[in-house]
């Protein structure tokens, strides 16, 4: 198993662009979650899916867009980039449940907005 | 909504020697989990330790355990014979036990600890 991957690494972008950052698991878990990592802020949740076709937004989730068309695959989209999305970006899952399964952290993406 | 505080921005320890670092948290809820994730310099977010709210036994993890105090909603990791490879920033996390949707970590800001020869 390849686990939770993310692509790209790194991103530059200018603002006002757009991007999609990638996450894909096969570890057939139906929850995914798209989180932000700030200096001196610790994880902020961004978006969260508890299955195909369903979403949420969590703490921050402006300027962020998610769907979610199938299990493995959980895409995070900026419509419009801005330097305050300067930011490391991780895409987790775990198991559907309520007990306390481990989230699976991706190696992050970490954006960089000019 | 739940919060997550770790007060100590940065630790440092010996080689050996054992650190504990705090957690404390705030939540109406009864039923809930704790974790304590690490970060080290590679990026990667490793979970440590994992403790339900409902068991009263401290979770342990080989050098690795928490003091859960449910009432005092203080929630430390120690970390015993410390190694180099332990040189990370760790994050409390704060999960709540919810039923038929996706149950969110609450994270704190994190403690940089520094393991030195």
């Known amino acids: 198993n390849a686990g939770v991957t993310q692509t790209p690494k790194f991103q530059v972008l200018k603002t006002g662009q757009s991007m999609t950052l990638q996450c894909a698991q096969d570890?057939?878990?139906?929850?995914m979650s798209w989180y932000r990592q700030d200096p001196g802020m610790g994880l902020r949740l961004i978006h969260y899916?508890?299955?195909?076709?369903?979403?949420d937004q969590g703490e921050v989730p402006n300027g962020y867009n998610v769907s979610r068309s199938t299990t493995e695959d959980f895409p995070l989209r900026l419509l419009s980039a801005a330097p305050s999305q300067t930011s490391v970006y991780f895409c987790a899952s775990r198991p559907p449940g309520t007990g306390a399964y481990e989230q699976y952290f991706g190696p992050g993406t970490r954006l960089t907005v000019t | 909504a739940q919060t997550v505080t770790q007060s100590q921005p940065e630790m440092s320890v010996q080689e050996a020697e054992t650190v504990t670092l705090s957690c404390t948290y705030d939540t109406s809820e009864n039923n809930y989990y704790l974790f304590w994730y690490k970060q080290p310099p590679s990026r990667q977010m490793i979970l440590v330790i994992r403790?339900?709210?409902?068991?009263?036994q401290n979770a342990t993890e080989n050098r690795f355990s928490v003091n859960f105090q449910k009432a005092a909603k203080s929630f430390s990791l120690k970390i015993s014979d410390s190694q180099l490879g332990d040189t990370a920033m760790y994050f409390c996390a704060f999960m709540k036990h919810a039923t038929g949707t996706a149950s969110k970590l609450t994270f704190g800001t994190g403690t940089r600890l520094q393991v030195t020869l």
């Open positions: 403790q339900e709210a409902y068991k009263q």
């Open positions: 570890m057939n878990h139906e929850y």
């Open positions: 899916s508890v299955g195909a076709g369903i979403t």
